[in-house]
């Protein structure tokens, strides 16, 4: 159940703790799989492969995986099954339907991985914990709605953990992220219409320093974009850039 609360400033908080669902089987596994790479296709070039989870909890994830290419030079991996379940959507949202099911995106420097010879990441590289961290990270936040029955949305801010937050990994030090409309992929290649009418809406997942995160509590999330946006900061990870709080005071802009 999530627990909506509203700071000062207007911010919407969301609790997603609370009590953790019982482990289940998934009765759906990739419902929309097919129409996910295809659409995803027609920009993001050509697929380089899957990443298949063993054991599944409530739903089946796959990390579809593109390799850079000659218009896309990073990595981009993207969940497929989140989307498989409904989300626990606010009452006060509606059409309900636009909001229930959702894809992460991950984009990496085209130098985070090595390529293989069939242009896959090799699986050795996957057991370097600071290589290996965004895949986790989208991972647990596809998982999270559908373990706790809440749900995750555009511009929702999610800490690495409850209590004092502690860095992903030790090549990096944020420790939350924001999702957002991935701003650098095509205008409005953002929300997937499947065959049976269903909308997959797809959002980015940016990773934060705490005191971005300190940011939008305080300030809201328009204060934070403003930030990120003049430091530079866009969808694709650069896993040790600094602060933007640190430079928008520096800056003089609060």
Not at 21 to 28: A, I, V, Y
Not at 91 to 113: C, I, K
Not at 134 to 139: G, Q, V
Request: hydrophobic letters at 40%; charged letters at 20%; proline letters at 8%.
């Amino acid at each position: 159940m999530i627990k909506l609360s509203k700071l000062p400033n207007g911010t919407s908080v969301y609790d997603y703790t609370g009590v953790r669902t019982e482990f289940r089987g998934p009765t759906d596994v990739a419902v929309y799989l097919e129409e996910i790479q295809g659409f995803l296709g027609e920009f993001l070039g050509e697929q380089a492969g899957v990443f298949h989870e063993i054991i599944s909890d409530k739903v089946h994830l796959d990390i579809l995986v593109f390799p850079p290419n000659e218009v896309r030079n990073n990595w981009t991996l993207v969940t497929s099954g989140m989307s498989d379940l409904p989300m626990n959507v606010p009452g006060n949202l509606h059409p309900r339907e636009d909001y229930e099911r959702a894809e992460l995106v991950f984009t990496l420097p085209a130098s985070w991985f090595a390529a293989g010879e069939n242009g896959m990441i090799p699986e050795n590289q996957l057991a370097d914990p600071n290589k290996y961290w965004p895949i986790r990270l989208m991972k647990s936040l596809a998982r999270m709605p559908h373990d706790y029955g809440s749900w995750i949305w555009s511009s929702h801010t999610v800490a690495s953990q409850d209590g004092p937050p502690e860095p992903y990994a030790e090549n990096t030090k944020m420790s939350g992220v924001i999702l957002l409309r991935p701003p650098s992929w095509p205008d409005k290649r953002d929300i997937l219409r499947a065959a049976d009418g269903t909308k997959v809406n797809f959002f980015a997942v940016v990773p934060l320093h705490a005191d971005e995160m300190t940011l939008k509590l305080n300030k809201g999330v328009e204060a934070l974009i403003i930030a990120l946006d003049t430091a530079g900061v866009s969808d694709v990870l650069d896993a040790g850039r600094p602060s933007a709080v640190k430079r928008k005071r520096y800056l003089g802009l609060f």
